[in-house]
């Protein structure tokens, strides 16, 4: 049984971040399906909430012909969390990122982990949106990076809606479906002592000595730990 793997992005970011895994996935034989969410990256709909991300991610699902893994990344997490409910949907895996309850918002859970860290210190207020600042980018989120890959990576951060980090979650999929969470060890912008708290709410946890971006610092790292779960799911 062949399973698919579903590559759901952060705040900011777009399916390009999964770049380097994908290609490792993609020559091993892995399927794999990386989405830009409303208004990021290639995708050119308008911006959108926590709502119309698992909405974004269930139609993504919809599409597939397979069981699936389905992977967020930081704010990602809560996107799959809402939509991971899925039939196709076999296993969650959390990088980083917000397995966050029906009655718990981002902020509730404060993003960060309370402290001001290299992600505070970096987000603009924009209207009823928030930036990057492109000087503090590095710092927050891509240090142990190539220079040039964290370059390229911050010339394509985007704007988010700041709705979308006050919403609940629909579902609770991590209650409903097993799930894996990798912690990231040396992460600027979700602080390691938070990733171990959301981590508990997980079936297995993972630590990983990476920045917030492991997918552009150690994309190996990443394919290998899913195709391993890919692997195990489909037995």
């Known amino acids: 049984m062949a399973v698919s793997i579903v590559l759901v992005h952060g705040a900011w970011h777009g399916a390009w971040c999964w770049d380097p895994v994908v290609d490792i996935l993609t020559e091993r034989g892995q399927p794999v399906v990386a989405l830009d969410l409303p208004g990021h990256g290639a995708d050119t709909a308008p911006l959108t909430d926590l709502h119309g991300h698992g909405d974004a991610v269930?139609?993504?699902?919809?599409?597939?012909?397979?069981?699936?893994?389905?992977?967020?990344?930081?704010?990602?997490?809560?996107?799959?969390t809402d939509a991971g409910t899925h039939d196709a949907?076999?296993?969650?895996?959390?990088?980083?990122?917000?397995?966050?309850?029906?009655?718990?918002?981002?902020?509730?859970?404060?993003?960060?982990?309370?402290?001001?860290?290299a992600l505070q210190r970096a987000?603009?207020?924009?209207?009823?949106?928030?930036?990057?600042d492109p000087d503090a980018a590095v710092d927050a989120f891509f240090?142990?990076?190539?220079?040039?890959?964290?370059?390229?990576?911050?010339?394509?951060?985007?704007?988010?809606?700041?709705?979308?980090?006050?919403q609940s979650p629909r579902v609770a999929a991590w209650r409903e479906r097993p799930s894996t969470y990798a912690v990231c060890t040396d992460d600027r912008a979700v602080t390691p002592a938070l990733q171990r708290d959301l981590a508990?709410?997980?079936?297995?946890?993972?630590?990983?000595?990476?920045?917030?971006?492991?997918?552009l610092s150690?994309?190996?790292?990443v394919a290998d730990c899913l195709i391993e779960l890919a692997r195990s799911t489909a037995q």
């Open 218 to 221: 150690q994309p190996a790292l």
């Open 143 to 166: 240090h142990d990076c190539d220079e040039a890959d964290a370059a390229r990576a911050v010339a394509q951060l985007t704007a988010e809606r700041m709705d979308g980090f006050g």
């Open 58 to 80: 269930r139609t993504a699902l919809d599409a597939l012909d397979t069981p699936a893994i389905l992977v967020g990344h930081s704010y990602g997490g809560a996107a799959i």
């Open 89 to 117: 949907v076999r296993h969650l895996v959390y990088i980083s990122a917000f397995p966050i309850d029906t009655h718990e918002t981002m902020i509730v859970n404060d993003a960060t982990g309370g402290d001001e860290n």
């Open 200 to 215: 508990a709410r997980c079936t297995t946890t993972v630590e990983w000595p990476t920045s917030h971006s492991p997918f």
């Open 123 to 132: 987000i603009r207020v924009d209207g009823d949106t928030l930036t990057i």
